[in-house]
Every structure is written in C-alpha cells, then in structure tokens.
C-alpha cells in the first residue's frame, strides 16, 4: 500500500514524547499526522480530514474535551472517530468523554498492541460506513434514473417509501428495518428501465401482448439489482421483483400466494397502490381518501395481506401528513 492510499492519523498531544511513542507505534501502517495543542488540531483536522484522531485530554489552554466538542459540532468534522489517550482513569471523565461524542480511550501508558487493535477497529467500521453509505447512494441514483423513464413523478416515490416505513413500524417491525425499508422501496419498478418508451409511456390503455411486456419489469428490475450480500439491496431486489404479486395468487411475474410474498414486498404493494389511486394523473382523477380505502378494503384478502390493510387505516393521519408534505407540482 502507497503512503497515499493509507489511512491518516491525526495524533495531538502536548508532550513530545508521547508523540513519539504512538508514532513508533503506528507508523509502519498508517499516514500520521501530528499536533501539540487542540488549536493546531482543530486547524489540520479542518485541512486535511483525517480518517481517525487520538486525542490527549489534559492539555494546556484547549482540552481534548474542548476539541471533540469542536469537532462533533462542525457538520463536516463530525463524522471522524475521536479516540481518547489519557492518563485519566475517573469514570466521570470516562462518561464525559463518551458524550461528547468519543469513540473509545485508551489509557496511558500505552500498550502497542492496544493501540494497533483499537485504531484498526475502528478504522474498519468507518470503512463499513462508507461503504453502507456508498451502497445507498446507488440506490437513490437508480432510484432517480428509473424516475425519468416513468410517467410517474418522484414525489409518488417518495411518498410511498414513507407510507411503506410507517406500516412497517405499525406492523411491528424495527425502526431500522424500517428505515432500511424505506431506502429499498423506491427501486420497485426499477425494472422500467428495460421497457421500451412506446409501451411505458403509452397514454391510452395497453394492447395483451404490451401489458405482457410491461409485465416483465418485476424480474428485469431484480436482474438490474443483482445478487448482494447487502442486506438493503437484498431488500430492494425482493421489492423489485414481487411487488406486484396478489395475495390470492394472482399476480405475477411468480404468482406466489400469501405469505410466500415476502413481507416486504406486500408492504410496498400496499403503499404504493394507496398512493397511486391517491394521485392524479395524465389518465385518470385522483381519488378521494375515502373511496381508496374502501378499494383497499375490499381487495384484503385478494391483492392485499389481510394483516395490513387495518394497519393503513390505523395510520392514515401519518400517512395523510406524508401526502401533504410531497405534492405534486
């Protein structure tokens, strides 16, 4: 690995020496970078954004404490891991540390093959971060391009990624498969892309052999998303491609029945429908809230879990406040 391409280290502290020690430490494998006040390390951590900071805390004028409270507060700072090296053991100062935003101490003096283990721990779950994060922005980004091939606008996508989080909450799920949930369901007809413009942007209604056609982008969108050992695109494949199955049966491109429609997709289905019917567009009105839900209604136990219908009229004041929140222009 070149010097370019290694994580860099941010090291303050006020004694030399103790510079020293972490250097002779960390150097054959990291970039390091070095400071002897919290000034100094606030201005280079500002330049340079260091993958991680070992702080000292007891320094003259700024402490470490004020230093990490400068960091966290600074929204292009915030997201680097602070690690403690003190020689204080006080659990007060231990608790004051973690507040503040700290990662982790390590307690002077220093054990090398502590320091190794603790900054390689950590510099990993950053690079998970990243890479959870990377994952999600190419979902949003296909997320997007599907949306200038549809006729549908991007507020009913986000809408209904939203109505799908709040049934998923209500129907008991956690509040980060929920949220997972709600990143996964914009890639549901994802597979559009792979239809071609004369049947998807067609405005009348579609011959046989063309709603055939359409009818393939459940398993086009699944081929798009591919095989992860993501669990979020993992998700959105599984939305993707069963969407539009029916509770009954009788939807495709699978005619999987019941609870063989992973829940996930049943949630999205109910979503989505909901705010499609809910919504105007260039062939039809949008209907009233009430006379959606009597079609929801009614379809329970045809298109629709049975599980979840309750759930939607449960929480349609939070759903109604998502409505309104995103209009269509």
């Known amino acids: 690995m070149s010097v370019a391409d290694q994580p860099s280290i941010l090291i303050v502290d006020d004694e030399p020496a103790n510079l020293k020690v972490l250097k002779l430490v960390l150097q054959e494998q990291y970039r390091l970078i070095f400071a002897r006040s919290g000034e100094e390390a606030l201005n280079i951590a500002k330049r340079d954004k260091p993958d991680l900071i070992l702080l000292d805390v007891m320094m003259p004028g700024m402490t470490g404490f004020d230093v990490c409270l400068q960091l966290k507060a600074d929204t292009a700072l915030a997201s680097i891991p602070v ?10 100062d231990e608790t004051r540390g973690f507040d503040l935003g700290a990662v982790d101490y390590i307690t002077k003096p220093v054990t090398p093959a502590v320091v190794r283990a603790r900054v390689r721990t950590h510099l990993s779950l950053v690079k998970a971060d990243e890479i959870k994060l990377s994952r999600l922005r190419i979902i949003q980004c296909l997320g997007r391009a599907a949306e200038y091939k549809d006729n549908e606008t991007g507020n009913h996508v986000l809408r209904m990624s939203h109505y799908a989080k709040i049934i998923a909450l209500a129907y008991g799920f956690s509040e980060q498969y929920a949220e997972e949930l709600l990143h996964a369901a914009p890639m549901h007809d994802i597979g559009k892309i792979g239809i071609a413009d004369h049947i998807l942007l067609k405005p009348g209604k579609l011959t046989a052999e063309e709603y055939r056609v359409m009818q393939d982008h459940p398993e086009i969108g699944a081929e798009i998303l591919g095989e992860c050992d993501s669990r979020l695109m993992q998700m959105a494949r599984t939305v993707a491609l069963c969407h539009h199955e029916k509770w009954d049966g009788s939807g495709y491109p ?21 705010d499609a019917l809910t919504s105007a567009r260039p062939y ?15 379809q329970q136990g045809k298109h629709f879990d049975p599980a979840l219908v309750p759930l939607l009229e449960q929480e349609i004041d939070s759903i109604l406040e998502v409505k309104a929140r995103w209009v269509d222009s």
């Open 83 to 92: 690690i403690f090296v003190t020689a204080l053991k006080d659990e007060v």
């Open 254 to 274: 699978k005619g999987l029945k019941g609870e063989a429609i992973p829940i996930e997709a049943r949630i999205v289905a109910l979503a989505d429908v909901f």
């Open 284 to 298: 039809k009105a949008a209907w009233s809230i009430d006379d959606a839900l009597a079609h929801i209604r009614e």
